[in-house]
């Protein structure tokens, strides 16, 4: 088993009736760890100074949980807030919120925007070894691509925006 230095490995018990007691009993789940919470918090904050932005960021553990929240000196006052419901949103919908935000301006799907959801660009999922950890919600234009170079700064390729990897 490779090991992620942000990540923790949680095991979850379940009980079981005998007509499934051949099922596996436990299921390992990897969630982010506030180590690993704030190294992309630090990350994304230092690739917004590099490109002169001001960003506030969100960071969820993959049950939604607020982990970590960082708002740069000079942010607005709902910034926080903003990178929140983004961070959310892109954890709901296991996809970044420019995506979802595609699919509901053109009319393909628009639960998003019925279940308080905010699909505006700036946030990404987190994967590893496609089982989401988590969520990074960035309040700015370039939330994702912020979001982006943290995830990839911090987890050096062994995570992903996407299922896929």
């Keep these: 088993m490779r090991t992620f230095p942000c990540v923790v490995v949680v095991t979850l018990l379940a009980f079981a009736s005998p007509a499934s007691a051949q099922q596996s009993l436990t299921r390992d789940i990897k969630v982010i760890s506030s180590a690993g919470a704030r190294a992309l918090a630090d990350a994304c904050s230092a690739w917004a100074e590099r490109n002169t932005q001001v960003v506030a960021i969100a960071i969820l553990d993959w049950g939604g949980n607020l982990i970590e929240s960082h708002a740069m000196e000079g942010?607005?006052?709902?910034?926080?807030?903003?990178?929140?419901?983004?961070?959310?949103?892109?954890?709901r919908w296991r996809r970044a919120t420019s995506e979802?935000?595609?699919?509901?301006?053109?009319?393909?799907?628009?639960?998003?925007?019925?279940?308080?959801?905010?699909?505006?660009?700036?946030?990404l999922p987190?994967?590893?070894?496609?089982?989401?950890?988590?969520?990074?919600?960035?309040?700015?234009?370039?939330?994702?691509?912020c979001a982006q170079a943290a995830i990839d700064a911090v987890f050096k390729g062994q995570a992903s925006s996407t299922a896929t990897r």
């Excluded at 942010?75 to 954890?91: F, G, M, P, V």
């Excluded at 009319?107 to 699909?119: I, K, Q, R, S, V």
């Excluded at 987190?126 to 691509?145: D, K, L, P």
């Design 75 to 91: 942010a607005a006052a709902n910034a926080i807030d903003t990178a929140l419901l983004k961070a959310k949103s892109a954890l």
């Design 126 to 145: 987190i994967f590893v070894n496609g089982q989401v950890i988590g969520a990074m919600g960035v309040s700015s234009a370039e939330g994702e691509r």
């Design 100 to 123: 979802t935000n595609k699919i509901v301006r053109s009319g393909e799907n628009l639960a998003p925007t019925f279940m308080n959801d905010f699909p505006q660009p700036g946030a």
